[in-house]
């Protein structure tokens, strides 16, 4: 049985542990990052963690576009001081000047693209040593377990989120990053019934998340900000906790 001197230093060194791996402990004046406060309490300490991995699951063509949407509306939420970001991949996709739309002007994203899976990961890992950077994203097809936790090592020492943008999805394994992700499109919806393409919306589900819970909401993105539509019963967590 544990005395409390015991139980003390457990519960500081699991809080350590945490606070490396981006979950920051919450305090009574912290602020939602992202507005999505369902979505959120399902990670320790009930706030989306930064200084880490995320890596997100695309089987479709259209998914990794809504994907790159999504983490576009993200970036918009968590870049409080105009932060730079690199987007690393094998061509551009993503339009720049549509950045706008999420309220990230287009000289705040480099883009580097590169032909081959193996230059791309070492690129990533380097973009996530720079302690200037606000945020990597990375589309790999693949990763494995080994390179994963290499890059976890690397952001737990200079604090820069990773995005892991994995687009080759026939066999998934477990990865050290922080939590899993999976968006797929949704028909959009216009106010007021009017006609012509409506505000994103999506189906944003967490597969998995370490030490904590997984959840699937339907979130959309309009006037600037990232919301849960509440009107389509989108709580549907399991609530058992996975570790990666």
Known sequence: MQNPLQKIIIERLQREILDLEGFKTKTQSDQSKLGLKILEDNFP???????TIHEFVSEKPEHTACT??????????????????????KQRQLF??????????????????????????????????CKSLSGVISELEDITFAQSQRLQLTVEKSRVTGFILRTQ??????????ARWKITPLVSENENHLPGV???????????????????????????????IENTAPYLFTHQAIGS
């Open 198 to 228: 409506g505000f994103a919306k999506w189906q944003v589900d967490l597969l998995k998340v370490r030490n904590g819970n997984t959840a699937s909401c339907t979130v959309s993105y309009h006037h600037g900000e990232l919301a849960i």
């Open 68 to 89: 790159s949407a999504f983490i576009s509306g993200l970036l918009s939420k968590l870049n409080k001081q105009n932060g730079i970001y690199i987007w690393i991949g």
């Open 169 to 178: 999805t026939a066999h998934i394994h477990a990865t050290a990053c922080a």
């Open 96 to 129: 720049p000047v549509g950045l706008k739309k999420f309220g990230i002007l287009p000289h705040q994203i480099i883009f580097i693209n590169l032909v081959k899976q193996k230059d791309i990961l070492w690129a990533t890992e380097e973009a996530l040593k």
């Open 45 to 51: 300490n009930q706030t989306f963690p930064t200084g």
